[in-house]
Antibody, heavy 123, light 107 residues
Framework: QVQLAESGGGVVQPGGSLRLSCATSGFTFSRSAMHWVRQAPGKGLEWVAVISYDGSDKYYGDSVRGRFTISRDNSRNTLYLEMSSLRTEDTAVYYC????????????????WGQGTMVTASS | EIVLTQSPGTLSLSPGERATLSCRASQTIGRSYLAWYQQIPGQAPRLLIYGASTRATGISDRFSGSGSGTDFTLTINRLEPEDSAVYYCQQYSVSPITFGQGTRLEI
């Protein structure tokens, strides 16, 4: 059974930094691209970033490019999101999402979602 | 980027009826890389349909998708109370990946 467990959320001041983690199990992590998608309170879904299964390719949404960095550790089956220069508009639930297993190196489909971790950027 | 516009914003129907949700793209979505997600309040989204018309694993055949190019539809037959949720379309053809703003379905 696929499990995605996000952690690292919390309250941070605008301009601060935070690192999210997503521990995974139940599938071959090194054969799946992975995404982060966020949802501001009461709002819709916003795609944040995707990383290829070997970490060699990364793509970002316009609103986070240059401030957020997606990475992965295939030996630990863990996905990360390093967030810096946080803004109040970054306040959201951040979901870790698995793409299709054994598909293309960078699969843009968001197949399986974690339960999310809340990030609040506020003074 | 490809902008997705969903309609209607809210849909109120009764159990047993059929729901028809629309998603229109600002430009052609290549290879019909259009997906639909269901988000029940308080839960994470769940993939329903990908490739415009392929049901994801474990999804009831009451859910069906259709369309190509710029116009796509999600149809839910024989509505049940547990279908109450927000439904999002997503294009995964090109980066940046984009979502529609959602349609709220009330049963």
């Amino acid at each position: 059974q696929v499990q995605l467990a996000e952690s690292g959320g919390g309250v941070v001041q605008p301009g601060g930094s935070l690192r999210l983690s997503c521990a995974t199990s139940g599938f071959t992590f090194s054969r799946s691209a992975m995404h982060w998608v966020r949802q501001a309170p009461g709002k819709g879904l916003e795609w944040v970033a995707v990383i290829s299964y070997d970490g060699s390719d990364k793509y970002y949404g316009d609103s986070v490019r240059g401030r957020f960095t997606i990475s992965r550790d295939n030996s630990r089956n863990t996905l990360y999101l390093e967030m810096s220069s946080l803004r109040t508009e970054d306040t959201a639930v951040y979901y870790c999402v698995r793409a299709r297993e054994n598909n293309s190196p960078v699969d843009f489909l968001c197949e399986i979602w974690g339960q999310g971790t809340m990030v609040t950027a506020s003074s | 980027e490809i902008v997705l516009t969903q309609s209607p914003g809210t849909l109120s129907l009764s159990p047993g009826e059929r729901a028809t949700l629309s998603c229109r793209a600002s430009q052609t979505i290549g290879r019909s890389y259009l997906a639909w997600y269901q988000q029940i309040p308080g839960q994470a989204p769940r993939l329903l349909i990908y490739g415009a018309s392929t049901r994801a694993t474990g999804i009831s055949d009451r859910f069906s998708g259709s369309g190509s190019g710029t116009d796509f539809t999600l149809t839910i037959n024989r509505l049940e109370p547990e279908d109450s949720a927000v439904y999002y379309c997503q294009q995964y053809s090109v980066s940046p990946i984009t979502f529609g703003q959602g349609t709220r379905l009330e049963i």
